[in-house]
């Protein structure tokens, strides 16, 4: 391969960097475009340093020079043909899951503490049955982003202000922009691709479904919808609403379907007071705001909905386990676990009407526990904290926590 200078992922490097070289799977999952492969070839390069003599076997199974590579023997044939005697072997083999019952080999291949195997997949599923049956205890999982606000703005070369923001807000975080003018025509284009690509290949042709304008629908109203209350019924009632007749399971398994190809997030709802999971009720993000601009429009009115999942996406990020607050029949934005410690967060765009101020503030002084409490927006206010409950500014937000 040839020597590219790549921008660093060094949160993604920095994790992974203690399991390199062990007998440990690495297996990276996320939406398609959002960086897995570029974070393979980064990590080729932390091995050749390392290494000058290693020896790197890599298989891109959507690359046509692979095409001959089906089946779980064909994947294991070449990757045997390829290794060499008495040295250690790095295997890379990017979106395996396009391999016919993949994990035979990767199952074989790790009985050799030899290999020190990495693999990618765009399907949540990619660790479900065999592989994980077999390969339990053997396996980690890094689950891949797009950018970050903060690297956003360091792969454009941008500054922190405003205008950085809301070009991030606009036009999302596929690491691929850096190479296109930030416009909406191109970047709308582009965009419209990589959506077609995940639902028709990700979605459609990987589950066999039949009814791709339901799916298509569906996918609408969740842009639509982002960060509203839901559950499976009310999306059925709306659909039928609108003259598309579908069963509750249907939308189901449709969103399902959505979520295992990472279109969207999936949040459940949390008792803060109960402390437990509600069995209905949930929310639902984008992993990528500009593939959700370019399916239902980046509006003015939608400026509370995309704040919202800009935070939400931060969270996940930042290594949050994140869910949907209720305390007292009041909604909570989100309620954020890591390393057993937690954080409340609201989310309101500005803070200027009294009502605003009571819902957001009032909701979280309603919570009994000393954990930090925050509100952030889009308001830049410098000042006192209300009641212990700090105002940040989103800038802030995307910067500091």
Do not use: W
């Not at 990017?94 to 016919?100: G, M, N």
């Not at 070369?157 to 690491?175: D, I, R, T, V, W």
């Not at 935070?311 to 949050?320: A, T």
């Not at 206010?381 to 937000?397: A, E, R, S």
């Amino acid at each position: 391969m040839k020597e590219i200078n790549y921008i660093k992922r060094s949160q993604y490097i920095n994790s992974v960097r203690p399991f390199m070289n062990k007998s440990l799977i690495k297996v990276f999952t996320g939406q398609r475009r959002v960086g897995k492969s570029y974070l393979l070839f980064q990590l080729m390069q932390e091995i050749r340093i390392e290494d000058k003599n290693a020896n790197i076997i890599y298989i891109n199974c959507e690359d046509f020079d692979f095409d001959f590579i089906k089946s779980a023997k064909e994947l294991h044939d070449y990757v045997i043909s390829k290794r060499k005697p008495g040295i250690k072997s790095y295997i890379f083999i990017d979106e395996v899951q396009e391999i016919e019952e993949f994990e035979r080999t990767i199952r074989s291949l790790a009985l050799d503490e030899n290999n020190d195997i990495y693999i990618t997949g765009s399907n949540a599923n990619l660790l479900s049955g065999e592989l994980a049956t077999f390969l339990s205890g053997r396996y980690i999982e890094f689950k891949v982003q797009g950018l970050s606000y903060l690297e956003f703005i360091e792969f454009h070369g941008l500054e922190n202000n405003f205008e950085s923001y809301q070009l991030y807000a606009k036009y999302g975080g596929l690491p691929y922009l850096i190479h296109l003018k930030l416009t909406d025509d191109v970047v709308g284009e582009y965009l419209k691709s990589i959506y077609s690509t995940i639902i028709f290949r990700d979605v459609v042709s990987r589950n066999n479904l039949r009814d791709t304008d339901f799916l298509e629908k569906l996918t609408r109203y969740l842009a639509d919808n982002v960060g509203s209350l839901f559950s499976a019924q009310s999306i059925s009632n709306y659909l039928k609403s609108q003259k598309s007749t579908v069963s509750v399971k249907q939308v189901q398994n449709y969103v399902a379907h959505l979520a295992n190809a990472f279109l969207i997030y999936r949040t459940e709802r949390y008792d803060i007071v109960g402390k437990r999971i509600f069995d209905f009720g949930e929310k639902f993000y984008f992993e990528d705001l500009g593939i959700r601009n370019i399916i239902t429009g980046y509006k003015i009115e939608d400026r509370a909905r995309i704040l919202e999942n800009i935070v939400y996406n931060h969270l996940i990020f930042r290594g949050y386990d994140v869910k949907t607050g209720s305390v007292n029949s009041k909604e909570i934005d989100f309620v954020c676990k890591r390393n057993n410690e937690l954080l409340y967060v609201q989310v309101a765009v500005e803070l200027t009407l009294p009502e605003t101020i009571e819902r957001e503030f009032g909701n979280l002084l309603r919570i009994n526990d000393n954990y930090p409490k925050i509100v952030v927006t889009e308001d830049n206010f410098q000042g006192n904290t209300h009641q212990g409950i700090q105002q940040v500014y989103i800038l802030d937000f995307l910067t500091k926590y």
